[in-house]
């Protein structure tokens, strides 16, 4: 008897701390979730809500609203389930961009392809987490343009004051007719440090080729574009409707792209001789140079 009312004991006291660590594990999960929730929506441009949230200590579900504060012409829609676990939740859902006017999602009714699915793993102990969002391929006709889109991925890895993000759009091909528009695949690498305010996002254009046979055009470009300094948490939507503001912006870009043998029209349009064999552009604080001639700054 004694025996078996020790087990008994046991039992219940492993039962009661499991139920207390998935009930620990849900209500860090939502505490984490509403701060990042909260400290986006205090932003001047953006809108951020919760709406349907039933909480749960083994599943959670609800779904996140982003609208833009000073236009009604578009909102994001991200419903998701989390599931709790003793040191993690995993949780998914997808991202639905909505043409707010008309209330017409993007994707399944402007767009052939599926919305982007994304799924995130939170680590309780240490307060961290990865996100991955992934964007489906999808072929579409326009016209008689032929869109042919083969997705991408954005993951994010590490917590709000040290976060490292990595992205990868496409390669997209275009084709009308002859003419031809190839853009290989877009990549993104950074990593942001709140406590040092380091933020040195990393744009790269490994290839973009364009050839028209009806038109003898042919572009062979490869680049790369890297926002340097300050902290990008600082941009609003807003700083875009100034010339200041986005001088400010522009200052922030540093890079050079080099293209092979350009059209001749394209190099007398900038001054040079027709035979140009090759276009060096340079960017450095937002002024642009190509082949060391300063192009005029942008408005």
């Known amino acids: ?25 849900s209500l860090l999960f939502e505490r984490e979730l509403e701060r990042i929730v909260n400290r986006l929506d205090a932003r001047s441009d953006l809108q951020v809500e919760r709406r349907g949230v039933e909480q749960g200590w083994f599943a959670s579900h609800g779904e996140i609203v982003v609208t833009p504060r000073l236009d ?6 991200l419903p998701y389930t989390a599931r709790h676990g003793l040191l993690s939740t995993r949780a998914d859902g997808s991202l639905m961009p909505i043409l707010a006017e008309e209330a017409v999602p993007l994707f399944g009714e402007r767009l052939p392809a599926t919305p982007p699915r994304w799924h995130a793993n939170y680590r309780t102990l240490s307060n961290d987490m990865t996100v991955r969002v992934d964007l489906a391929a999808f072929r579409a006709t326009e016209g008689e343009r032929q869109f042919d889109f083969q997705g991408g991925e954005l993951v994010l890895d590490g917590r709000q004051d040290d976060l490292q993000v990595q992205a990868r ?15 290989e695949p877009l990549t993104l690498e950074t990593r942001y440090r ?26 062979d470009i490869v680049g790369e574009l890297r926002f340097t300094g300050g902290d990008w948490g600082e941009f609003r939507l807003t ?10 912006w522009r200052s922030r870009l540093d890079g050079h792209f080099t293209w092979t043998a350009p059209p001749p029209l394209v190099a007398m349009q900038l ?25 005029p700054s942008f408005p």
Do not use: C
């Open 271 to 295: 001054g040079l001789p027709l035979d140009t064999e090759r276009l060096t552009i340079e960017i450095e604080a937002g002024e642009v140079t190509v082949n060391g001639r300063p192009l």
């Open 194 to 219: 709140a406590g040092t305010g380091q933020r040195p996002p990393r744009w790269s254009l490994e290839t973009l080729r364009v050839s028209s046979p009806s038109l003898g055009l042919s572009v």
């Open 169 to 183: 759009v496409g390669p997209l091909q275009v084709e009308q007719g002859e003419s031809a528009l190839l853009v």
């Open 1 to 25: 008897m004694r025996k078996g009312l020790f087990v008994v004991i046991v039992i219940a006291v492993l039962g009661v701390g499991y139920l207390a660590a998935q009930a620990t594990s």
């Open 239 to 248: 700083d875009l409707e100034s010339a200041a503001g986005r001088k400010h």
């Open 72 to 77: 009604n012409g578009w909102r994001i829609e």
